[in-house]
């Protein structure tokens, strides 16, 4: 993953204190940047990334619900599809305003939203009103040049509702998560070509050794799931799973008086 790295960095000994709600430097949200981005970079799937960033991010901008969505045109309407989220009030469901997505999407902005029941822009939207929504932020998420879904908050525990930092916060996480998914789906694009590329060369073992069809994929299996049973790295498992695939490998460089014998 590529990962935000940021420090924080001692006061001198008495050094005034910033002035304002909180100076975005000397407040908690710093201290859950550099969290997340541990997060992002120490977790080895990306749903922990995704719910454990979120739970992060939800308890430094004070909000009630964290959630992240997918981006999708669906005979030319935006559909939102949820892909992982956090609350704070489990036996909750999560209130959301799409409308304040697709505005977020489709500005390419991020959205503070101090009371949407007074914010004319949304006030008059059936979730707004539904769900008795007030404080909200949003922001897309982004990459080559294309939004493929959002970051979400809603209903902050301060009366006061989120604050300029807050969002500052929740821009730069969801600019990394952004890229985090990206990472994963190409990874998982490359995974998928490779296995194309193995089957391949199992395929060729076949037509030289026909009695061996089948035995790749079934030795593979077995070699990933002893490997799984052994709590290995996932890694490690894509090696054993390798391994089994092209057992037989080695008649590929045998000639027929050779393979026959």
């Not at 304002?20 to 550099?34: I, K, N, V, W």
Request: aromatic share 6%.
């Amino acid at each position: 993953h590529q990962t935000l790295l940021l420090r924080t960095t001692g006061k001198a000994a008495g050094a005034a204190p910033a002035a304002g709600r909180g100076a975005f430097r000397d407040s908690p949200l710093l201290t859950a940047m550099e969290r997340i981005a541990h997060i992002v970079s120490g977790e080895k799937t990306l749903g922990a990334v995704l719910f454990k960033a979120l739970a992060e991010l939800g308890i430094a901008i004070r909000a009630l619900q964290s959630s992240l969505f997918t981006l999708r045109k669906v005979e030319g309407a935006d559909e939102f599809r949820l892909v992982a989220s956090w609350s704070s009030e489990a036996d909750k469901p999560h209130r959301v305003s799409r409308s304040v997505m697709r505005q977020a999407c489709r500005d390419r902005q991020p959205i503070l939203v101090q009371n949407a029941g007074q914010d004319i822009r949304f006030s008059a939207e059936d979730s707004i009103v539904a769900h008795g929504l007030r404080s909200i932020m949003c922001a897309p998420l982004e990459a080559h040049g294309r939004v493929f879904g959002a970051l979400y908050a809603a209903d902050c525990s301060d009366p006061a509702g989120f604050a300029a930092e807050d969002l500052e916060l929740f821009t730069a996480v969801a600019t990394q998560l952004g890229l985090v998914i990206v990472a994963a789906q190409t990874q998982r694009q490359h995974d998928v070509f490779f296995k194309q590329a193995m089957r391949v060369l199992v395929a060729a073992i076949e037509h030289r050794l026909p009695e061996s069809k089948g035995t790749g994929e079934r030795v593979a299996g077995f070699c990933a799931a002893t490997a799984r049973a052994l709590n290995l790295e996932p890694q490690d498992v894509r090696y054993a799973w390798l391994s089994g695939l092209l057992h037989n490998a080695a008649v590929l460089g045998l000639s027929d008086r050779e393979l026959a014998e």
